[in-house]
T-cell receptor
Framework: DGGITQSPKYLFRKEGQNVTLSCEQN?????MYWYRQDPGQGLRLIYY???????QKGDIAEGYSVSREKKESFPLTVTSAQKNPTAFYLC??????????FGSGTRLTVV | DAKTTQPPSMDCAEGRAANLPCNHS???????VYWYRQIHSQGPQYIIH???NNETNEMASLIITEDRKSSTLILPHATLRDTAVYYC???????????FGSGTKLNVKP
C-alpha cells in the first residue's frame, strides 16, 4: 500500500546533540512538508519542498535543516541550535494539487 | 498565519449529527476549504474539501455559504470514534502550504 512512513515513532535525544527524523513516501508525490506540533496546539510549518533538490523555510525553520536528494525522502535534522526541540513532528506529502497525506509522526523528547 | 476561526471545543451525542463551523472571511477566489481531523497522537486525516459548491463523501458533508466566508462540516451520525480535533484550512490548490490553527476539539459522548 502507498503511504508515508516516519521513523522512529519515539526518539530521545540528549541536549546538545543533533538528531535526524526520517520521512519516506511511495506515493510519487512531488511536494513534501515537515510540521511541528506542541501539546494542545495546531501544526506549524518547519520546511517544505516542492521538487527534488529544492526546499524552502516555513514559519519556524530556525534550528532545523532538511535535504531533498530523492523524491521519496525528506529527512529533517533537529540541530543543537533548536532551543526547545521536544515536540511531535509530522511529515506530509502532496501531489502539489489538493490535499496532503500525513505520516504517523515522531515524538521527540530531549532528556 | 491561519486564515480561519473555529470554536475551541464542541460536544455531540453519539448518533446525532455533528455540525462544525468555520469562519474564513478573508478567503480569496482561488482558495479552497479543506477539512482534516487528528485523533490523539496520530497524523491528521483528510476528510473533504470544496471551492464553492457543497460537497459530500462517505465521511462527511461540507456546506459553504454563498459568499464563501464561512463553512460547516457535517458528520451525519457521529460515533465515539469521531472524537478528534477538526481543522478547517483555507489554501490555494496548487503547491499549497497548509496553515493549521488550533482546530475544534469534538467530543462525542455516549
Amino acid at each position: 500500500d502507498g503511504g508515508i512512513t516516519q521513523s522512529p515513532k519515539y526518539l530521545f535525544r540528549k541536549e546538545g546533540q543533533n538528531v535526524t527524523l526520517s520521512c519516506e513516501q511511495n506515493l510519487n508525490h512531488d511536494a513534501m512538508y515537515w510540521y511541528r506540533q506542541d501539546p494542545g496546539q495546531g501544526l506549524r510549518l518547519i520546511y517544505y519542498s516542492q521538487i527534488v533538490n529544492d526546499f524552502q523555510k516555513g514559519d519556524i525553520a530556525e534550528g532545523y535543516s532538511v535535504s531533498r536528494e530523492k523524491k521519496e525522502s525528506f529527512p529533517l535534522t533537529v540541530t543543537s541550535a533548536q532551543k526547545n526541540p521536544t515536540a511531535f513532528y509530522l511529515c506530509a506529502s502532496s501531489t502539489g494539487l489538493g490535499g496532503y497525506t500525513f505520516g504517523s509522526g515522531t515524538r521527540l523528547t530531549v532528556v | 498565519d491561519a486564515k480561519t476561526t473555529q470554536p475551541p471545543s464542541m460536544d455531540c451525542a453519539e448518533g446525532r449529527a455533528a455540525n462544525l463551523p468555520c469562519n474564513h472571511s478573508t478567503i480569496s477566489g482561488n482558495e479552497y476549504v479543506y477539512w482534516y481531523r487528528q485523533i490523539h497522537s496520530q497524523g491528521p486525516q483528510y476528510i473533504i474539501h470544496g471551492l464553492k459548491n457543497n460537497e459530500t463523501n462517505e465521511m462527511a458533508s461540507l456546506i459553504i455559504t454563498e459568499d464563501r466566508k464561512s463553512s460547516t462540516l457535517i458528520l451525519p451520525h457521529a460515533t465515539l470514534r469521531d472524537t478528534a480535533v477538526y481543522y478547517c484550512i483555507v489554501s490555494e490548490y496548487n503547491f499549497n502550504k497548509f496553515y493549521f490553527g488550533s482546530g475544534t476539539k469534538l467530543n462525542v459522548k455516549p
